[in-house]
């Protein structure tokens, strides 16, 4: 399980400046405003319009929904193999993370992407738009970064980084490519599903109470539904048992006292309580036998 090193930490701190520099460049006007309005002026999809088709299928990619029905099967046939919902959870934590800081910060700043813009060289910042930071690349950053956050071995998380990369790479390429986001989006949205990788580790002790916590309730109703009642430790008896309410061999001693005294002695069910019923009758009919003098 991954934890939260030195390294991690320092890794988390220089993405904290980067977005924050990222953002105060854009709120600013500064040059890298004025590179967002030269790409898209740009038009990249009409220098290559071979490569439109092709794009179009490769940037979903980065669509939420897809992805994460994808990996989530993935992860699903893990945690069943596993016996764990390890996986399912910290997927599920990512995606919860994913959605509100790269949301709230979507609908706070309200920018409008290229294709709606209004006037040249502006930061088209608090205008009613949804566009900052590019929510397909940090999608996929987290996405398909959870694979290699969530490896086993080595090797495999290092062939699952380099897929990660290349994903998350490729699809914030190709939205400046299609002309739906500005570069600035793409920057920003990198640093904010590397963001969520960095602090993941923080969120493991978390997911480890919701794991053990879905695991006693499923164990609940699966003892419920086998009409089972939970055995106190160390009683020795078997769940759904029965506890006898009187010892035969002591109602048998009392039978034959009340009986030599002359008291009249109540009959017995007709019904029978155990394999031995037959020769505690028996019993019975010689005591009376010998009550009676004959």
């Known amino acids: 399980m991954p934890r939260m090193s030195r390294t991690r930490k320092v890794l988390l701190g220089c993405m904290l400046l980067l977005y924050g520099a990222i953002v ?15 790409v898209m002026l740009f038009r990249p999809y009409r220098q290559w319009p071979e490569l439109h088709a092709l794009l179009d299928y490769f940037v979903v990619l980065g669509q939420r929904g897809p992805t994460a029905v994808l990996v989530m099967a993935w992860l699903g046939w893990r945690s069943w193999r596993q016996r764990t919902l390890r996986p399912l959870l910290v997927l599920a934590s990512s995606l919860l993370l994913l959605n509100v800081t790269v949301g709230a910060v979507k609908i706070g700043l309200g920018r409008l992407g290229p294709h709606y813009a209004t006037t040249v060289g502006s930061t ?16 996929a950053v987290v996405t398909w970064g959870i694979l290699a956050y969530l490896a086993t071995t080595p090797r495999a998380r290092r062939v699952l980084s380099v897929t990660a990369a290349v994903a998350a790479l490729g699809v914030g390429a190709t939205t400046v490519y299609l002309g739906t986001h500005w570069l600035s989006d793409v920057l920003l949205g990198w640093a904010a599903g590397l963001l969520i990788l960095l602090a993941l580790p923080w969120c493991e002790p978390a997911i480890a109470r919701a794991e053990a916590f879905l695991l006693s309730l499923r164990a609940r109703f699966r003892t419920a539904g086998s009409g089972l009642t939970p055995t106190p430790a160390g009683t020795g008896r078997p769940l759904g048992g029965s506890v006898p309410t009187q010892d035969p061999a002591g109602a048998l001693a009392q039978r034959k006292e009340a009986e030599a005294e002359g008291e009249t002695v109540p009959a017995a069910p007709p ?4 394999p031995h019923q037959g020769r ?14 004959g």
């Open 124 to 139: 088209e910042l608090f205008a009613g738009g949804d566009i900052f930071p590019s929510g397909h690349t940090a999608n």
């Open 280 to 293: 505690q009758e028996r019993a019975l009919r010689t005591a009376r036998l010998d009550a009676g003098g």
């Open 24 to 38: 105060y460049a854009v709120l600013k006007g500064t040059d890298l405003v004025r590179l967002d309005w030269q």
């Open 271 to 274: 019904h029978r309580q155990g």
